[in-house]
């Protein structure tokens, strides 16, 4: 295994992150937002107010998009151990 091999491997787990988290965070911020504009326009400032959608919203996503996120990490495994079996 060489440096080549070694950033090649880094490179697909940082994007089957990005990918594989980008389900959950999107819902969040769009709903993040949507409740920072209901609080600036009735000015309530409740803390916990923005908690219980964000955790809604991210574990409907998740059950959603579970199998894209599943396959993602199913492919990324597979790549590191063909090339574990192949020698790299």
């Not at 089957?16 to 409740?35: C, D, N």
């Not at 996120?69 to 495994?77: N, S, V």
């Amino acid at each position: 295994m060489n440096e080549v091999d070694a950033l090649d491997l880094v490179r697909s787990a940082i994007w089957t992150i990005l990918v594989g988290s980008a389900p959950a965070i999107v819902p969040a911020m769009i709903v993040g937002i949507g409740i920072a504009l209901m609080q600036a326009l009735t000015q309530v400032q409740e803390i916990t107010l923005t908690f219980i959608p964000k955790i809604v919203a991210i574990l409907v996503m998740i059950v959603v998009a579970g199998p894209f996120i599943g396959g993602q990490i199913y492919a990324l495994t597979s790549l590191i151990y063909s090339r574990i079996e192949t020698g790299f």
